[in-house]
DNA sequence: GTCTATAGTCGGATAGAC
DNA sequence: GTCTATCCGACTATAGAC
């Protein structure tokens, strides 16, 4: 049996379809800002210009519409880090080279704290996903399989490729973790960051300071000790 | 005029003190579990054995009580960390050497990592205080000013004495909060580096290798490139 | 100090008209 | 598809007895 909010979430709805668009754009920047219980769907739908119950009609309940929040943005991430992550893949199959893999993981991180520092959408994102991920709710399964997961596991590859080891050898795995983790600070952690960096803002000369010392943190990845 | 919640704060009561423990205790317990807006006080109250009224009584409102808390495990924190901070900090004075501020770095960040994993408590209190941080609520004063600030302080003027650039130094600054970003990942990101690292808990052993990783970062910092 | 009882508010979800 | 009107439950906070 197919309910009604998953026929109205397949599409193939001419009309709706821009309605279900607006809900959607609203719950995500909510969602964003806040987390789940302490975001109304009652100013969800205020915010998309509809009443309750035509939220309620396209996503069933309050979950629902989580859920589909993180199904979305999980779509539009993976659509902006396609071309780095295919690449980064790519070479881990044909190329052995340490210094490649290094090459490509400095590419992908960049990618990473591009996109997230980039746009104002991205740093809501990320908040979403970094609260979610904490604090496991309705949407934690779909975002730690389809972002989290796929994304730790090419870092790892890269890593290890670099310090040597196996696959899925732990101390790559961690250093794999730190980096992400560094990444992020900056992003789901922005707000912190900011106050503590006395920076009004991310722009491009701010930026390049964070990205300079995330070089450094993958120049020191299988170096030497001073 | 001297609100009633006040004179029980301010302490000097003998009768009421073991209850006030226990609903702070209760509380602190449900507030790093959950965020302020998903935790209730009915639960907090049945946990800690009194009524609703009761709670009110000893801080005010659910908001009084929140601040309260965020006291009490700075507190704590810092009863736990203060060894080592003043430690750095005298060494800061006195020492120019980069190579002991780097012993006093590692010394610092083991300090805090060990807190921090050992006790299922202090798991709890940095999921609090990540929350609070990243979705500034009534608590964010507190625990800024009187934990993350002081904390990024110490760290920064230790990685600005390795680098062997001046306190103030952007660098130095974003080296410091890459470094405690990375500590975190294991702490209040727990329940997610347990997934990615395929642990079941953290162990001497896991412990050991987080803090490896740590000190390789540590290293790093002003170490010449590969 | 601590309780029972209750007021007042708000949020999620539904019924049913159009 | 989208609305208005409404129900019901849960929550915070208060009044007032003991």
Redesign the pocket.
Known sequence: MVEKTQA?ATGG????E???QRILDAALKAFGEASF?A?????I?QAG??????L???F????GLYRACAEALVDRYRSHTAAAAAKARQALQQDFAPETARLHLKALIRALAGFLVGTKEAQRWAQFVARELRDPGPAFDILYKRLWQPGVDVTSRLVARLLGVSEGDPAARIKALLLISSVLAFQSGRGIALRTMHWSSIGPNELAMVLASLDDQIDAIGARRS
């Open positions: 109205a709805y001419r009309k709706g821009k309605t279900r219980t975001v109304t769907t009652r100013r739908a210009g509809v009443s309750l119950p035509t309620q009609y396209y069933g309940d309050k979950e």
